[in-house]
């Protein structure tokens, strides 16, 4: 017997949360972080086919070639959110989360993946490369996210009252916790100011150095 008898209680809410419910926040990043393949073969497969040359020919930028993949990806992230979302519904899951909040948040996901894609697109020069180097940056979103299963939370500063780890400079890691808030405690916008200005900052910084390095190792003449 224990020494000490404990008695929890939720202060969340009113709605109990069971393993299936903390598990589809990030479940839903997972679905999110797949469009990264598609993403990267948007592009690595101008190099492939070197149809790249003909593409800077007719005086394409690089910021109108991301642009046009980034808009394409993020409607592929929209009906791959509205399918993992629609499959957790069907398995029983239930919300009473802000649907605008989620989709500001999901489009904010799928544009810091796109970011990753364009950065990895920059170091390959084949499909068949993507294929096999390509899946490490999957990986390394995929576990260090804690869309596979929680990790320990190693502290490195502490930022306007909130608490920064390791694995937030990651592009998806903030955003596990902000469907988490949004699906699971009712949390809307107003709510996450510090999780918003995470996920955009570091989504223009992965943009910045993805686009300048895919223009120096793909686009040059």
């Known amino acids: 017997a224990l020494p000490l008898d404990v008695e929890t209680r939720s202060l969340g809410g009113a709605r109990s949360l069971s393993d299936f419910d903390l598990y589809v926040p990030a479940l839903l990043v997972l679905a999110l972080i797949m469009i990264l393949f ?16 003909r593409l800077m020919l007719s005086r394409l930028g690089v910021g109108e070639m991301v642009a046009a993949v980034s808009i394409n990806q993020m409607l592929v992230g929209a009906v791959a959110l509205t399918l993992a979302f629609g499959a957790a519904l069907t ?35 084949s499909i068949f490369e993507l294929l096999t180097v390509g899946v490490f940056p999957f990986f390394v979103l995929m576990f260090f996210s804690e869309c596979m299963f929680p990790l320990p939370k190693i502290r490195m500063l502490e930022l306007a009252g909130h608490t920064v780890y390791a694995n937030d400079v990651l592009p998806t890691a903030p955003r596990v916790r902000a469907f988490n808030l949004i699906l699971n405690f009712g949390a809307g916008l107003r709510d996450l100011g ?3 200005a995470a ?23």
């Open 38 to 53: 598609t993403t990267a073969a948007s592009l690595v497969k101008e190099v492939d086919k070197r149809t790249m040359s």
């Open 194 to 196: 510090f999780e918003l």
């Open 91 to 125: 398995c029983g899951y239930h919300t009473e989360g802000s649907l605008p909040a989620l989709l500001v948040v999901g489009a904010l996901t799928a544009l810091g993946v796109v970011a990753i894609g364009v950065l990895t697109a920059a170091f390959l020069s």
């Open 199 to 221: 996920i955009a900052f570091l989504t223009v910084v992965y943009f910045a150095v993805g686009t300048w390095l895919f223009r120096r190792r793909q686009m040059r003449v």
